[in-house]
C-alpha cells in the first residue's frame, strides 16, 4: 500500500520558519512535489524534486524563501520555509509523481495534508 504522510506543519508567526516532512512507503517516487490549498483558493504548486534531487522547481511566491530535499534513503522529502508571510497559510500537500512538474496532474498519489498557519 503507498502511503505518503506529511509532518511539520503548525502555528509560525510572519517571518519565522517551519520545516515539513513527508515520509513515503510502498513505492519510490521519481519526482515529489508540495503543493498547498489556501481557504477558498484553488490548489496550488509550491514546490517539486526529481529522484536524484538534482532537478527542483519552485513557484514564483516561494522562490528564495522555500527549499525542498530528499533523503532517498529515508523516503522522506522536506519543505523548508523561510520567511514566512500570512499568504502563506494553508494546508500543504506532498505528492509523488513520474516527473518534476507544476501540473498535479503528473502526481498519482497524494497524502492528507498538514495544516501551516502564519500569524501577522
Known amino acids: 500500500q503507498v502511503q505518503l504522510v506529511e509532518s511539520g506543519g503548525g502555528l509560525v508567526q510572519a517571518g519565522g520558519s517551519l520545516k515539513l516532512s513527508c515520509a513515503a512507503s510502498?513505492?519510490?517516487?521519481?519526482?515529489m512535489g508540495w503543493f498547498r490549498r489556501a481557504p477558498g483558493k484553488e490548489r496550488q504548486f509550491v514546490a517539486a524534486i526529481g529522484g536524484s534531487g538534482g532537478a527542483t522547481r519552485y513557484a514564483d511566491s516561494v522562490k528564495d524563501r522555500f527549499t525542498i530535499s530528499r533523503d532517498n534513503a529515508k523516503d522522506t522529502v522536506y519543505l523548508q520555509m523561510n520567511s514566512l508571510k500570512p499568504e502563506d497559510t494553508a494546508v500543504y500537500y506532498c505528492?509523488?509523481?513520474?516527473?518534476?512538474?507544476?501540473?498535479?496532474?503528473?502526481?498519482?498519489?497524494w497524502g492528507q495534508g498538514t495544516q501551516v498557519t502564519v500569524s501577522s
Open positions: 510502498g513505492r519510490t517516487f521519481r519526482a
Open positions: 505528492a509523488g509523481g513520474r516527473l518534476v512538474a507544476e501540473s498535479s496532474r503528473m502526481y498519482d498519489y
